[in-house]
T-cell receptor, first 118, second 113 residues
């Protein structure tokens, strides 16, 4: 599946580092998402962008900063992270409509970035 | 709010055994329902979906039927293979604009040869 790509696939960083995760979707969708997947915890929705506007921020700490410069690209800027932030970070995209339909909000996921904070 | 409950497992089966993973949901209105699968080291992939009551989604030998009366969307496969070992997520999406996906906690399936 190459519809949604993420880089890097693996990242190890210290608590004082600054790094960025990148996501790109090639599906022409108008919504993009960041999820955090930790071991033995449910998938956590972090940020939602519809039509490049951030519409949801589920109480995510400010050390995570999203950026969506256009409908195809999404970044997650990281700084002064904690070891408990180590997880798989998944990006997804979907086509969001304004009325009911058979495929609205079906999400397509990237392979994820495995982040380890030392 | 909307929510999804599924059996958390892990589920361990022998090859060619019958698989059922239960999923029930709570939602306002008539959501779309999905099963996603995550193989080791990968992201989530859509396995199948159903968008209205009594619809049956199917793919790769897996099936699930949208049961409005029991608010369920159980995943079944008649004969599992070792390659089916993965984590399976039930999910729903509300039809109203702005309603986001809600995922279940995932069920880990291990199939032994």
């Amino acid at each position: 599946e190459t519809g949604v790509t993420q880089t890097p696939r693996h990242l190890v960083m210290g608590m004082t580092n600054k790094k960025s995760l990148k996501c790109e979707q090639h599906l022409g969708h108008n919504a993009m998402y960041w999820y955090k997947q930790s071991a033995k915890k449910p998938l956590e929705l972090m940020f939602v962008y519809n039509f490049k506007e951030q519409t949801e921020n589920n109480s995510v700490p400010s050390r995570f900063s999203p950026e969506c410069p256009n409908s195809s690209h999404l970044f997650l800027h990281l700084h002064t992270l904690q070891p408990e932030d180590s997880a798989l970070y998944l990006c997804a995209s979907s086509q969001v409509g304004t009325s009911g339909g058979s495929s609205y909000n079906e999400q397509f996921f990237g392979p994820g970035t495995r982040l380890t904070v030392l | 709010g909307n929510s999804v409950t599924q059996m958390e497992g892990p589920v361990t089966l022998s090859e060619e055994a019958f698989l059922t993973i239960n999923c029930t949901y709570t939602a306002t209105g008539y959501p779309s329902l999905f099963w996603y699968v995550q193989y080791p080291g990968e992201g989530l992939q859509l396995l199948l979906k159903a968008t209205k009551a009594d619809d049956k989604g199917s793919n790769k030998g897996f099936e699930a039927t949208y049961r409005k009366e029991t608010t369920s969307f159980h995943l079944e496969k008649g004969s599992v293979q070792v390659s089916d070992s993965a984590v399976y997520f039930c999910a729903l999406s509300g039809r109203n604009y702005g309603q986001n996906f809600v995922f279940g906690p995932g069920t880990r399936l291990s199939v032994l040869p």
